[in-house]
């Protein structure tokens, strides 16, 4: 069965969590190994202590005229009641010379020969030396209570276990600082994207990249090549289309403009002037589509966004349209206050173009256009109010769509241009909101922009205004 992992852990979770199963599974078969091996070897030593004092006591057993003597050494006094010592020696026919009566000889192949028994209510560990005399053999019986036994065996399980618990824990730190410090370098290339704009594409720097990592910054760097490329050519294709596009229906309408000016086609006036009128249409609707297409987020990876100024934008849009207002018989004005937004300049006026445009194609004759900039740095807008019909509430969110208009609508408009506002507003992270103008009459359309960012030493910071 596979572990299934968050995906969304971070890779020192992962690590641990994959790493702690079987250096837990490590650690139980190491303190087993370790607790089985001390106990063969305080087993064997305090064997070897009892049979030490089996030793002794035969040491002490005489025969005299034919008579076994075996004296038994006192209890220690500064035993516990719990660790006792019981002696008994047995004569060659089987009777007990001394000591235990109850602690009979052990049976067994040997010499001496160990078991584990029961005295009354103590579990005791017996040793027999049989001893050969001038009489016969005797055996020598000692035992001892279990109770130091059982308390080293405690010990050394206790120990082992936490021993086995603090290498555990030690193992599991040594690797989330070993992953820790061996991630470094990928922070490094983290650090790298996330202080780029989201349009940078300039490869990665690979130069204190490790080896295990280079094929991923490699991939990485051939990804922003291909999107590089593939931006530069749909910006190259919407270039050319705009230019093979404008020049032939641009030279159709001039010249549409000087037959109805031609006496001799007078008759035919009224029929050259719808005629003109749908070529400056097709003229129209041509460049609301490529700019449209310009505005495609795909179509400008490759742009760079810089700090642009809005005062002199709002002013070069104003002064492309002054003769159209006054054709229109519109008073434009602006309202201009020191702003500056991140993005790319000719996008912004495009984007300004459009509202304008809108402005004055909807705009009655006899009506206001104002054009709004302002919010320094910290909070820059473009605004343009109009004392149009405006637009109602509940199709505020529908005008933002491709190839909609107002039901009932009185320009010549293709339904291109808040749509082609939205896009741009969106690739530069600005809100678009639409209100009614002054007094509820008209129409305020808003285009709010994020605060300017400061570069320094790689870094961004938002500008602070006092």
Not at 175 to 199: K, M, N
């Amino acid at each position: 069965m596979s572990l299934k992992l968050d995906p969304t852990l971070s890779i020192h979770r992962r690590l641990l969590i994959l790493l702690l199963p079987p250096l837990a599974l490590l650690m139980v078969a190491g303190g087993f190994a370790d607790y089985r091996a001390s106990m063969v070897f305080m087993r064997t030593a305090y064997d070897q202590s009892l049979t030490d004092a089996a030793f002794a006591q035969a040491g002490l057993i005489k025969v005299v005229d034919g008579k076994i003597n075996a004296p038994l050494p006192a209890q220690p006094a500064a035993r516990a009641s719990r660790e006792k010592f019981y002696y008994s020696v047995w004569g060659p026919d089987g009777a007990l010379v001394s000591g235990n009566a109850q602690l009979v000889p052990v049976m067994g192949e040997g010499n001496p020969v160990y078991a584990d028994a029961w005295l009354g209510e103590h579990r005791i560990r017996i040793v027999s030396y049989h001893l050969a005399t001038a009489v016969g053999a005797v055996t020598v019986n000692v035992a001892e209570t279990t109770y130091r036994r059982e308390a080293a065996r405690h010990f050394i399980l206790t120990s082992t276990g936490l021993m086995d618990f603090i290498l555990l824990d030690g193992t599991l730190l040594l690797v989330w600082i070993g992953v820790r410090y061996g991630l470094q370098p990928l922070w490094a290339v983290r650090d790298q994207i996330e202080s780029r704009s989201p349009r940078e594409l300039r490869p990665l720097d690979t130069a204190a990249v490790p080896a295990e990592v280079r094929p991923l910054v490699d991939a990485l760097n051939g990804l922003f090549e291909v999107l590089r490329e593939a931006a530069r050519a749909q910006r190259q294709f919407v270039a050319d289309a705009a230019h093979q596009l404008r020049t032939p229906i641009a030279g159709l309408v001039g010249h549409l403009e000087l037959l109805t000016q031609d006496p001799a086609v007078a008759e035919l006036g009224n029929r050259l002037a719808v005629l003109r009128d749908g070529m400056s249409r097709v003229a129209h609707s041509a460049n609301q589509l490529l700019a449209l297409a310009r505005a495609e987020p795909s179509a400008n990876l490759a742009d760079k966004f810089e700090t642009t100024d809005l005062v002199p934008l709002v002013r070069r849009v104003i002064e492309r349209n002054v003769d159209r207002s006054v054709k229109a018989q519109l008073d434009l004005g602006a309202d201009l206050k020191a702003a500056s937004a991140e993005g790319s300049a000719w996008l912004i006026e495009d984007l300004l173009g459009n509202l304008v445009d809108n402005a004055l194609n909807y705009t009655p004759a006899g009506g206001h256009i104002t054009v709004r900039c302002g919010g320094d740095e910290s909070e820059p807008y473009l605004e343009v109010e109009d004392d149009g019909p405006g637009i109602p509430e509940g199709e505020r969110s529908r005008v933002r769509q491709r190839f909609y208009r107002l039901p009932g609508s009185q320009g010549h408009g293709c339904g291109l241009g808040l749509a082609i506002v939205e896009e741009i507003a969106r690739l530069h992270g600005a809100s678009v909101t639409i209100d009614s103008g002054a007094g509820g009459h008209g129409t305020k359309i808003k285009v709010q922009f994020p605060a300017v960012k400061l570069r320094f030493q790689g870094k961004t910071a938002t500008a602070v205004t006092a």
